[in-house]
């Protein structure tokens, strides 16, 4: 599984007041559609759909054209992660029936929001009884739905989630020249984090290409217990 964030030279990927989340140049836009013509599926939590204008698709042709190339199909799948269901089923995702949307939730999802979200996608998944076990999750995706190469696009309690289950082998990192600040504004991962130094993720820097102001960044995961 692959995670791609840009995030501000302070770490933040969003404004303490969420009033700002887009701010990487046109070439790291680029970026994230050139990865995603590299995944079966995409996937995003409940806050980052529903407070951006995001359709988690392929893009223009020239994309899904490569998305064929690779043998892949020529729209990726998309899956929204929501353990209580508090997606707002107005959101843009929604607006785009171009492949099938998932979403991974646990049993907190009440009955109405089921039957709220139910006609919007194509199929709601059960993963756990409290928390989603990211590890059930994407077995199911692979068994259910062909999923080999899973791109995570945040936001940051999600990929928390993700790091702590082990289950993220690269991370894209696209570090932008500007400083957010503020106590409250979400960072790349965060969530419930690592509680001792045994239990953080330790990265290995793969690439750094410098394109203007910007860094991208390639980190592969180290195993754990190295
Ligand atoms: N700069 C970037 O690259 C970038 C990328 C992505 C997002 N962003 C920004 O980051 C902010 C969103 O980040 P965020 O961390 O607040 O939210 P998030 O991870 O996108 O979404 C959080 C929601 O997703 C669900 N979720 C996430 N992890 C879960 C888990 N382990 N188990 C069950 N449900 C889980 C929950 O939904 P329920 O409440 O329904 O349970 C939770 O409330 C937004 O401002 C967004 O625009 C920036």
């Known amino acids: 599984m692959l995670v791609n964030m840009a995030m501000t030279a302070d770490g933040k990927i969003a404004t303490a007041n969420r009033a700002v989340s887009s701010f990487g140049s046109a070439r790291d836009h680029e970026h994230l559609l050139e990865l995603r013509t590299t995944a079966d599926a995409v996937m995003a939590g409940a806050r980052t759909v529903d407070s951006n204008p995001i359709n988690l698709g392929p893009g223009p042709a020239r994309f899904r054209r490569q998305r064929l190339k690779r043998g892949l199909a020529e729209y990726n799948l998309r899956v929204i992660v929501s353990g209580s269901g508090s997606i707002n089923p107005r959101a843009e995702v929604f607006k785009h029936r171009f492949s099938p949307i998932i979403i991974l939730t646990s049993q907190r999802m009440s009955a109405s929001s089921r039957r709220r979200l139910r006609p919007l996608v194509d199929e709601i998944k059960i993963c756990g009884q409290r928390e989603i076990n990211f590890r059930f999750a994407v077995r199911w995706l692979r068994e259910q739905w062909g999923v080999k190469r899973l791109l995570c696009e945040g936001g940051g309690e999600l990929n928390d989630a993700l790091f702590r289950a082990g289950l993220v082998d690269e991370l894209h990192l696209t570090v932008c020249p500007r400083i957010f600040g503020g106590r409250g504004a979400p ?40």
Do not use: Q, Y
Not at 199 to 221: I, N
């Open 187 to 226: 960072t790349i991962v965060d969530g419930l984090g690592a509680a001792s130094l045994p239990a953080t993720t330790l990265l290995s820097l793969k690439s750094a290409r410098r394109v203007g102001d910007e860094m991208f960044l390639v980190h592969t995961v180290a195993p754990r217990g190295t």
